[in-house]
């Protein structure tokens, strides 16, 4: 029987290898190797992801952090910047990501904009399509140093995730979580139906 190791796991979760993927895989090797912890069954840790790329995939598998279990939080800030904290300890760290071009190539990032904005030569495609190829292993190889900015930070710990009773929606006959239904005219409804204009 094949043992698969932890790289193995996320692409499978994931669904295929790319440069995000190993990003966030080494950020959640780095943040429990800091922590001094191992992946989380339950909510014994707690993770803030800052983006909501691949690297978010690499940190469920890693951490144990997921949306089901209520420990891993999204701010929409557009960074590669993870906080994962130990509920035990209270000890938390900052990964954030640093300028890929000592890893991937000088010059990197300019080719990366070129390419996304749709400015760039057919050879300079070219030479980003094989960098995105090779990236993966270059950055599951780098050093730690090179790939990110690593901080002890306090962290105001969320409350445990809570387990709500259900509702019926009065409107579309629905089951909605208690807490999340709205009153309208009297009665519960599902938050889209509570946002539906009425007649006048």
């Known amino acids: 029987m094949c043992v698969q190791n932890d790289w193995d796991k996320t692409v499978e979760f994931h669904g295929h290898s790319c440069l995000g993927l190993a990003l966030g895989y080494r950020a959640g090797k780095s943040a429990l190797q800091h922590l001094g912890s191992k992946r989380s069954p339950d909510e014994e840790l707690v993770a803030i992801v800052e983006t909501d790329n691949c690297a978010v995939d690499a940190l469920q598998v890693l951490t144990g952090c997921t949306m089901g279990k209520g420990n891993i939080f999204f701010r929409d800030y557009g960074k590669n910047a993870f906080t994962i904290g130990r509920r035990d300890t209270g000890e938390a ?6 300028d ?14 070129r390419a996304m904005g749709c400015t760039a030569s057919e050879s300079e495609m070219q030479r980003f399509q094989e960098i995105q190829v090779e990236a993966p292993q270059r950055i599951l190889d780098a050093d730690e140093d090179l790939l990110f900015k690593i901080e002890q930070v306090q962290l105001d710990f969320p409350a445990r995730a809570r387990i709500f009773s259900s509702v019926v929606c009065s409107s579309c006959g629905e089951h909605v979580m208690e807490p999340r239904a709205r009153l309208s005219n009297g009665k519960l409804v599902c938050i889209p139906c509570s946002e539906v204009p009425r007649p006048c």
């Open 100 to 113: 890929l071009d000592d890893v991937l190539g000088e010059g990197y990032q300019q080719l990366r904009g």
């Open 93 to 98: 760290v900052r990964v954030v990501g640093r």
